[in-house]
């Protein structure tokens, strides 16, 4: 089977969890990858904890499920870091987390033993560029440096093609710093 990149996004209602992964995905589909986006809310009220998927692959995806054990862990609110958010982490999975913390504080206070950690401050960068703590850009700028599944130019491109004029600008600059500012141990 060709390589398969299970991502899983954590998020609050509102937050753009599943924007996120939409982006990642048409970014994926634009290299001319076979890709899967989709979230896992019903009727939650705004900040309610939620879930969304991306799959990208080489080859068509025949899975139709939620995932599991993800080769990726996106967490767009640092209050939700938890069991909940690492179940299912494998010891290859790759954390990229919104977080003034270092990715070794990090795995310290988690307990996590295994994968590869990245951090940013995802929130105060948001802050600084668009006005607003709204990360859902700026952390998929940073799993993209994490996993270099795509490429960054994508993205941008995806950015261009389908936000509003008047925040494509901004949400460039967030994903581009994002890149270049998240840390991994």
């Known amino acids: 089977m060709a390589h398969l990149l299970e991502i899983r996004f954590h998020g609050r209602g509102g937050q753009g969890a599943w924007t996120a992964s939409q982006i990642l995905a048409l970014a994926a589909l634009k290299e001319g990858k076979y890709v899967q986006s989709f979230p896992t809310f ?67 206070k988690l307990k996590v033993t295994d994968g590869k950690i990245w951090s940013i401050d995802a929130t105060s960068l948001a802050v600084r560029i668009l006005g607003r703590g709204i990360t859902n850009t700026a952390m998929v700028g940073a799993a993209v440096r994490a996993t270099q599944i795509v490429s960054l130019q994508s993205v ?22 994002a890149y270049e500012e998240v840390v991994s141990e």
């Open 42 to 108: 019903g009727p939650e009220r705004m900040g309610a904890p939620i879930e969304a998927y991306t799959r990208i692959s080489d080859e068509p995806i025949n899975l139709h499920c939620g995932i599991y054990n993800p080769d990726v862990i996106v967490v767009l609110d640092p209050t939700l870091l938890g069991s909940q958010v690492l179940r299912g982490m494998k010891p290859s999975s790759i954390l990229v987390v919104n977080s003034k913390d270092k990715p070794k504080e990090i795995r310290e």
């Open 156 to 177: 941008l491109d995806v950015i261009k093609e389908t936000f509003e004029e008047s925040i494509v600008e901004k949400n460039v600059e967030l994903i581009k710093k």
